[in-house]
Structures are given as C-alpha cells and as structure tokens.
T-cell receptor, first 111, second 120 residues
Framework: GENVEQHPSTLSVQEGDSAVIKCTYS??????FPWYKQELGKGPQLIID?????GEKKDQRIAVTLNKTAKHFSLHITETQPEDSAVYFC??????????FGAGTTVTVRA | EAGVTQFPSHSVIEKGQTVTLRCDPISGHDNLYWYRRVMGKEIKFLLH????????ESGMPNNRFLAERTGGTYSTLKVQPAELEDSGVYFC??????????????????FGPGTRLTVL
C-alpha cells in the first residue's frame, strides 16, 4: 500500500517567516495530494490540494509543489501569522478515495 | 450547511468493554469514511462506505471492529471488546459522489472533529 513520510514533525517559526513541510510517497499510482490543517479541538480541514498533472499551485500565502519523478511534494506557507499555528497533514491518494496520511507536522508561529 | 458531526467527543472505557461511535455525514454525501490516529502517528484509513455498502474495509484492524451505515445516512463504529491499543482519535469524513457536481472538488473529504477514545 501507499506509504507517506512527512518532515519535520515539529516546526517553530518567527511570525512573518516562511514555513516548509515536505512529504514523500511510495505509490507511483498516486495522483491526488491534499494538505489538511488541524486546529485544536477540530477535525482536519483541507487547505490546498494538487493533482499529478500540475507541478505547482498557489492560494494566497500557501503553495504546494509536486515532483512526480522524485515522488515528493511540499507545502510552503509565506508570511506566517499566529493563526497558522496548527498540525498540518499531507496525504496521497490514487483515486480510489482512500487517503494515506503523513504523521503530521506541528507548526508553532512565534509572535 | 452543517458539517460532519461525531458523537461522543470523548469516551473513556475499560478494557473489555464495548463502545459505539457515531458519525453524521454532510447531508447528501454518499461517501463516508472512518479514519483513526493513534498516539500522534499518521491518520490511518479504516473503511469507506458508498451509501450503505462497504466499498473498502481494508484498514479495519480486526474483527473487534464493526462499522455499519444502515439506510446510507449516519454510520456507527463499534469496538467490542475494546483493547488498550484501540485508544486514539477516530475521525469520520464524508464526500459527495463525483457525479454530484457543484463546487466540491472530486476527492475532497470533509472531516468531523473526531472522537477521542481512551481504553484503560
């Protein structure tokens, strides 16, 4: 089955700096890569996703890049703000609906 | 529109007891999923319903876990008898069918807040 590795497990950044989270996947059939943000007491919420026919996607301060050859994808958050503090999960899917998640990255934005 | 809801939010039981978790998906969503996160590890897939049918239950740990979705609306996940290693956060998610169209992207899954299960 699919195996998704996520790094780092924790990330502390100064407000205004950038944060980068990296994930690798094992199944070359995976073609959908969502990123979820989980705030305290809430469930994971989709913040951005990318499909295998696209190399990069941006939505305001967040962007995701995908390298299918190397089987890795990354989340970039620019100009971080305190409300960006949360646990972030990457995931991969081959289109069969089942999501395979990474272990999560706890991001702390220091004011 | 109301999101995915789960009940209870927390459950503390003793080893050997039975617990039933409930999930109410977003109205009209045919797809319903159960996931579990144990001890700060990855969120792991348990199973997937399409309406009332089990589409994929490859992630169910063992036969102590039973999921149902009678009528294709809400779902329950029963653990009987519970073991210590069953402790974790159980998430439910739902998504519309790809044929539903509208603003929802294909594959996008909407998660509930989770049920934190502690087995003592």
């Amino acid at each position: 089955g699919e195996n998704v590795e996520q790094h780092p497990s924790t990330l502390s950044v100064q407000e205004g700096d950038s944060a980068v989270i990296k994930c690798t996947y094992s199944d070359s059939a995976s073609n959908y890569f969502p990123w979820y943000k989980q705030e305290l007491g809430k469930g994971p919420q989709l913040i951005i996703d990318i499909r295998s026919n696209v190399g990069e996607k941006k939505d305001q301060r967040i962007a995701v890049t995908l390298n299918k050859t190397a089987k890795h994808f990354s989340l970039h958050i620019t100009e971080t703000q305190p409300e960006d503090s949360a646990v972030y999960f990457c995931a991969a899917s081959s289109g069969d609906y089942k999501l395979s998640f990474g272990a999560g990255t706890t991001v702390t934005v220091r004011a | 529109e109301a999101g995915v809801t789960q009940f209870p939010s927390h459950s503390v039981i003793e080893k050997g007891q039975t617990v039933t978790l409930r999930c109410d998906p977003i109205s009209g969503h045919d797809n319903l999923y159960w996931y579990r996160r144990v001890m700060g590890k990855e969120i792991k897939f348990l199973l997937h319903f399409v309406k009332e049918s089990k589409q994929d239950e490859s992630g169910m740990p063992n036969n102590r876990f039973l999921a149902e979705r009678t009528g294709g609306t809400y779902s329950t996940l029963k653990v009987q008898p519970a073991e210590l290693e069953d402790s974790g956060v159980y998430f439910c998610a739902s998504s519309p069918s790809n044929l539903a169209g509208g603003r929802t992207k294909a594959n996008e899954q909407f998660f509930g807040p989770g049920t934190r299960l502690t087995v003592l």
